[in-house]
Structure formats: structure tokens, C-alpha cells
């Protein structure tokens, strides 16, 4: 498999150049393992899009979404077959979606609320292998995830591109829905896990 080959290799010459425990092995092996899956996601989801015909608006969604979540964190598949599946969905169904349709000014407006106020009372969400433990930082990211959702509301009311609107308020909707407790709990991942380190 090329992801066993990339990774051991990885491996290999990660050992050849430092001196490394076992423990610390394990961690750069992880490291690698979740960059690997994230890339190759990434491009095979791009490709899928170019194919479609929709690489702009996939590109476009992404870095929406990711600007979101660099502050605002959020849920993590657990397995990486439910990884790929809520990423095609993502970064495919959504982008058609803002690509095609036109929604009321309503739709809009209680999209905006839900995602400022999931921001508000949420944001940010850490995950069992993320914790965030550092209450500083957390209250860092929470302004600054608030701050961003407040941008994404008032440039998707100021803008008229149609799909530049769509995109902006579902990223925020996506990311507001992946902060939420109760989807923590549908997918039986636990909640607040800075908690434990106290």
C-alpha cells in the first residue's frame, strides 16, 4: 500500500537523521499518518471536483472552512472511512450547493444567527487527541473565532456574488455544527476534554 511505503520510509529516515524513544516514534509516526490522510483527501477530493467541474468552488469552500476551524476547531472523525465520506460531502455536495441554488434573505439571516451564537457558547471544541488544555489560549480562540464569524456574516450580507454569499454562511453553518455538544454526542466522541487535565 503507498501509504505504508510513505510512511515507513518516512520513518526510516526520520531515525537516520535524529535520535529518537519509542514513544517519540509513535508521535512523529501519528503526525505523519494524519498528514498523509489529510493530503491525499485533499487532492483526490480536488480531482473529483476538477472532474465536475466545480474546482473553483471546492478550493474556494475549503479555505472558508479552514479559516473557521484554524480558531474554532471541532469534531474529528473517528474512523477515516467516516473521514473521507463527511469530506465529499463537504467539499463536494456543498460547493454544488452554493453553486446552484438561491436562497431567501431568512434563510440567511437564521443561518448567520445559529452560527454566531454557536460561536459564542461553543467555540473552540477540542478533541481527546487535541485538547485544548492552556485556558489562554482558549479564550484567545474563542475571541478570535467570534471575530471571524462576525466577518463571515457581514461580508455575506454586503456581497452580491450569490455564490460568495452561499459559501460564506455554509461554511460558518458546517463549522458551527461540528462545535456543537450535541453532535459530539450523535458520534459518541467526548466533550471538553481539557476537563480530564485539570
Known amino acids: ?5 510513505v510512511i515507513n520510509n518516512s520513518i526510516n529516515l526520520v ?6 524513544d519509542n514513544v517519540q516514534l509513535e508521535e512523529i509516526k501519528y503526525g505523519l499518518e494524519s498528514l498523509y490522510l489529510a493530503i491525499s483527501k485533499v487532492v483526490v477530493i480536488l480531482l473529483i471536483s476538477l472532474l465536475l467541474g466545480m474546482f473553483k468552488e471546492s478550493i474556494l469552500f475549503l479555505a472558508f472552512f479552514n479559516v473557521l476551524r484554524l480558531t474554532a476547531f471541532g469534531l474529528h472523525a473517528s474512523k477515516s472511512i467516516w473521514c473521507w465520506i463527511s469530506s465529499s460531502i463537504s467539499f463536494l455536495l456543498i460547493p454544488y450547493i452554493c453553486k446552484t441554488f438561491v436562497f431567501p434573505i431568512w434563510f440567511y439571516i437564521i443561518a448567520a444567527i445559529f452560527g454566531l451564537v454557536s460561536f459564542i457558547l461553543y467555540a473552540p471544541a477540542d478533541t481527546v487527541k487535541r485538547p485544548l488544555i492552556n485556558k489562554k489560549k482558549r479564550k484567545i480562540y474563542k475571541i478570535v473565532s467570534i471575530i471571524s464569524a462576525i466577518i463571515f456574516i457581514t461580508l455575506a450580507f454586503l456581497i452580491n456574488s450569490n455564490l460568495f454569499k452561499n459559501m460564506l454562511i455554509f461554511a460558518l453553518v458546517l463549522q458551527s455544527i461540528l462545535i456543537l455538544p450535541i453532535t459530539y454526542k450523535i458520534f459518541k466522541l ?8 485539570k
Open 1 to 5: 500500500m503507498i501509504k505504508s511505503f
Open 15 to 20: 531515525k537516520q537523521t535524529n535520535k529518537y
Open 190 to 197: 467526548p466533550y471538553r476534554n481539557y476537563l480530564n487535565y
